[in-house]
């Protein structure tokens, strides 16, 4: 996952809106949205090669979602990301023992943001800094970087994002991932991975013939525990390949 913007409202009729894009090789296998055999109570995709995701919803209000950190100089990393997420999603630990667990164990991934919430709460951590954050209420940003790091498409994406919150439709949240506009090079950040690719990675819908946005999600959280989340799927040059809608 590579860009999701999020508005946290505690005490809110919707508390949780999240508008979110996975970015990843299109080679790399993976299923769409769906409830885990496995494990009924999460609903999320899945990451055919390491068994992860990368967003979804469990029981008891729970949401977590990732995205990586950009850096080319970061050694191979022993396990997977996406194992994060699932761990969460599918266990019963509270969220400060399971950052506490996760603190203990960050050397073990390559870089990450994670996000872990409940119905009362939703907590950042980020593996390169000291210790997890608990939110408070606001519309935040998170791309290859840390939380709300100013680039232009989280800029972006964040803008639009309080721009419908009065009214937050998942037509409207999938239509702020959707933008394919790559930003101004002056504007492009340097995280070492050279212009051409920086360019291409600076639009919110990233799409070319081996790497691009697999997955755009839309969630709705409302304050009664009720979720409405619609993700879209795309391959190659970003041709969309399918749409799956869940009201749990």
């Not at 967003?55 to 990586?68: D, Q, S, Y």
């Not at 939380?147 to 949240?173: H, I, M, S």
Request: one cysteine or more; charged letters at 20%.
């Amino acid at each position: 996952m590579c860009l999701i913007v999020f508005a946290w409202r505690p005490g809110h009729a919707l508390p949780l809106i999240v508008a979110a894009n996975r970015d990843e090789f299109y080679a790399r296998p993976s299923l769409p949205l769906a409830q885990w055999l496995d494990a009924p109570h999460v609903y999320a995709g899945r990451d055919q090669e390491a068994g992860g995701t990368w967003l979804g919803v469990g029981a008891e209000g729970r949401f977590a979602a990732l995205t990586n950190i950009r850096d080319p100089h970061q050694p191979p990393a022993r396990k997977s990301r996406g194992e994060l997420v699932a761990r969460f999603l599918s266990g019963s630990l509270s969220i400060d023992d399971y950052l506490a667990d996760v603190n203990g164990r960050s050397i073990e991934y390559a870089g990450f943001n994670l996000l872990v919430g409940t119905r009362d709460e939703l907590w950042h951590y980020n593996a390169k800094e000291s210790a997890p954050t608990r939110l408070e209420a606001g519309v935040y940003g998170l791309s290859n970087a840390g939380l709300d790091t100013p680039w232009p498409k989280l800029l972006k994406a964040r803008a639009a994002l309080a721009q419908v919150l009065t009214d937050p439709q998942p037509e409207a949240l999938l239509g702020i991932l959707s933008d394919p506009q790559t930003a101004p090079f002056a504007d492009l950040p340097d995280t070492g991975v050279g212009l051409a690719t920086e360019s291409l990675l600076s639009s919110v819908f990233i799409a070319s013939p081996s790497y691009g946005t697999r997955a755009s999600t839309a969630l709705i959280v409302n304050a009664d525990g009720t979720r409405h989340i619609v993700e879209r799927s795309f391959g190659p040059h970003g041709g969309r390949l399918g749409e799956v809608e869940l009201k749990i």
